[in-house]
């Protein structure tokens, strides 16, 4: 699907249209994308060249990553060096069978974790190589484990420290560990995207 729409929010550092006639709301699945380069590509379902996409533009939607393969639906413009994606509307993790991510939620139905409350949380350290880190909830000292396939399978791929998210939080095997984590605007309004 591409219909031409004027964006909402522009204001990320990429190039800015001047001809709002070349803006276009795109649904698509994120190629590859690398929070250490701070860029990577779309792929939009309707076909035709990459869509480049800007860790700027993806942070104006309040996240620092994104997962390869994730369903993302963004609005585009063409500019001399290609079409780029200008404001993203919606994420969604990529697509996966319904068997358990990690041992720890083995024994958890899928309708309790999403029962869980959201908790407002901050990104104590995340190291992608290791493949986990740990976060804090806000008003609580103890760590939260976070681990690469739960980030995956919300659709991120990588945290950077101090920042800040949502997560439902289960009792593991060793300790409190996200199940789910969101971004930060979940937890203000309660909502899931």
Do not use: C
């Amino acid at each position: 699907m591409s219909d031409k729409i004027i964006p909402s929010n522009a204001q990320d550092g990429s190039e800015v249209a001047e001809d709002l006639s070349s803006m276009y709301h795109v649904k698509g699945q994120v190629k590859w994308f690398d929070p250490t380069k701070g860029f990577g590509f779309v792929v939009s379902d309707a076909g035709g060249p990459d869509i480049l996409l800007h860790v700027n533009v993806l942070r104006n939607f309040g996240q620092n990553s994104v997962a390869d393969g994730a369903l993302i639906e963004i609005v585009t413009h063409r500019t001399e060096r290609g079409v780029q994606a200008v404001e993203v509307i919606s994420i969604a993790p990529p697509e996966r069978d319904n068997s358990p991510v990690l041992s720890d939620f083995a024994d958890l139905d899928l309708g309790e974790i999403s029962a869980r409350p959201l908790e407002p949380a901050r990104v104590k350290w995340f190291d992608k190589g290791k493949g986990f880190g740990f976060a804090n909830v806000f008003g609580r000292s103890e760590d939260v484990f976070l681990h690469i396939e739960v980030l995956r399978q919300s659709g991120l791929a990588d945290l950077q420290p101090g920042e800040a998210l949502a997560m439902r939080v289960i009792e593991g095997k060793r300790g409190r560990m996200a199940a789910e984590v969101l971004p930060w605007e979940a937890s203000m309004t309660g909502e899931d995207d």
